[in-house]
């Protein structure tokens, strides 16, 4: 039997791959689900069209999830809060300077995600024992499964679109003022090391896969009651239909350990609190990088070893279009991210920027309202409507090898310490990258504000704690993902990657553990 613990992306992509080759798999999950009354909510929703929705409920939705001058608090889905929930039997982490979340909800951080996706650039993976092309036909299997939206343009000269189906996501105006004056200043922005193209997002934004598309009802950022934006959840629940998989919710995995030539999983059961034990041929391990950490940490007896893991540091940067898109508040939209700028320039990092600009959604206001009061100042509704009509959001990441790391400790009683290590190359880059973006976006139309650099492990592209070597050391693995010192178990998730670029993580981490599972299988 092999094993796989998570139903994250990665897990879904490692116990895809071996389903598909038509192996006994056994997936192991803590499986938290949302409440009867929200599933109910959402499935009430997704029966109707977005006009026929009555309005007390709509608001009461959105109500749940906070804006504040920093963005928003906690995005959930559809109201639920089930992803953040952590179980009575886990302990809980201890956390400084630093952000990090973990998930022991079906799916994972995959209900929550932004949904953008891209390949890590081959020309970034030297410190890899493999290359990019041993990752193109995983990038290929990985999106049959997972939909992807987009368009053929200047992006796909950088990345070809690695699946046959891409979607095309409707365009707000705000989307196509922007990319409008990103043409006209083309040839400018190049020269200057900038391309630019429209958003790849995990998206059935054309109903291929579920039959339904895209409403543009706004509320992608409290989750999609049609289920267009892709959770891992809806591939496990085609998994679980399958004759070889054989699905085991509600439990916590604490350790593995050598039993023969095989591995025994201790875990808990979340619902009885009683131990059990599983037996398997080999373990795919993918539980996320917090509990991936405290699972090898615990099952190495590693008690007090530091463990430093890899982080692509996040920047949040404002800007203001010079052009109003009168009616953007009413107009509508999807609120996912619409334009990418890919940065190329080695003053400020030898390795490629990721940028996401995002338009215009409802929390907005909220935001800007709250950023604007700690300044002194009060709401005019003029000036306010004339901000909110210009305004757009940025996001951007850096490299690895610039960006801040996350320290790792399994302290005596079990809990995992966790302290965030701040770059001072990554304040330096942000700073230059703002000066940057704000040159070039008067070429554009765009002025850019100033740069927030988050704190270690904004942004959830975190990883590299068991790094695959061609040669491994201790706590290091193989180009399978196989840990020195423990044979047959697999490390899948983006524990394993060696760096991180700066584009999206979970479409590489995806694509590695579907070649791990085939490969190894």
């Known amino acids: 039997m092999y094993c796989v613990i998570g139903s994250g992306p990665a897990a879904i992509s490692a116990a895809s791959a071996l389903a598909q080759r038509n ?101 970034e993976l030297d410190s890899w024992p493999i290359d990019g092309t041993e990752l193109g036909e995983h990038y290929r299997a990985v ?3 997972v939909p992807q939206s987009g368009a053929d343009d200047c992006l796909s000269e950088l990345f070809p679109s690695a699946g046959e189906n891409m979607q095309s996501m409707p365009r707000s105006t705000q989307h196509v003022s922007l990319l409008r004056d990103l043409e006209r200043a083309r040839e400018s922005l190049e020269e200057s090391g900038i391309r630019f193209g429209t958003a790849r997002l995990a998206v059935d934004a054309e109903g291929k896969s579920s039959g339904s598309h895209c409403r543009r009802c706004g509320l992608c950022l409290y989750g999609c009651p049609y289920g267009l934006i892709y959770s891992a959840s809806t591939t496990l629940e085609d998994l679980i239909e399958r004759d070889n998989v054989d699905y085991r919710p509600g439990l916590w995995v604490q ?87 890919e940065l ?91 000066s940057k973006l704000r040159r070039n976006g008067l070429r554009f139309g765009a002025l850019f504000g100033n740069p927030n650099l988050h704190l270690p492990g904004g942004g959830n592209h975190s990883g590299g704690t068991f790094p695959m070597t061609a040669s491994p050391g201790p706590l290091q693995c193989d180009s399978f993902g196989e840990l020195r010192g423990l044979p047959n178990l697999h490390i899948v998730d983006s524990s394993v990657l060696p760096s991180l670029s700066s584009t999206t993580i979970t479409l590489p981490a995806m694509a590695n553990a579907h070649r791990i599972a085939s490969e190894v299988s």
């Open 344 to 434: 190329r320039d080695e003053s400020i990092c030898e390795e490629m920027i990721h940028v996401q600009i995002y338009g215009y959604n409802d929390l907005y206001p909220e935001s800007l309202a709250a950023r604007l009061r700690r300044f002194g100042i009060h709401r005019s509704r003029k000036a306010y409507d004339i901000l909110l009509e210009r305004l757009m959001v940025a996001f951007a990441y850096l490299h690895s090898r610039l960006s801040s790391k996350i320290e790792y400790v399994l302290a005596a009683d079990g809990q995992l310490r966790i302290t965030g290590k701040p770059s001072g190359e990554a304040r330096t880059a942000s700073r230059l990258l703002a």
């Open 255 to 341: 350790s593995l350990q050598r039993d023969g030539g095989k591995l025994r999983l201790r875990a808990t059961n979340t619902v009885s609190g009683h131990e059990e034990s599983l037996v398997a041929d080999r373990v795919f391990l993918a539980a996320g990088v917090a509990e991936t950490a405290r699972i090898v940490l615990t099952s190495m007896e590693q008690v007090g070893v530091p463990v430093l893991g890899l982080h692509s540091d996040r920047i949040t940067l404002p800007l203001l279009r010079f052009k109003r898109d009168r009616g953007i508040r009413s107009e509508a939209v999807h609120t996912l991210s619409q334009v990418f700028l």
């Open 23 to 123: 192996l006994p798999v056994c997936i192991v999950d803590t499986a938290l689900r949302r409440r009867e009354v929200d599933r109910l909510l959402r499935q009430k929703f997704a029966a109707g069209e977005p006009e026929s929705w009555a309005t007390d409920e709509l608001a009461e939705l959105k109500s749940r999830t906070v804006a504040n001058a920093h963005g928003v608090e906690k995005k959930l889905d559809f109201g639920s809060d089930h992803v953040y929930q952590q179980l009575p039997v886990a302990p809980d982490l201890e956390i400084r300077d630093a952000t990090v979340l973990r998930s022991f909800a079906r799916g994972g951080l995959s209900n929550v995600w932004g949904a953008s996706i891209l390949p890590y650039p081959d020309d």
């Open 143 to 145: 999106l049959e499964f």
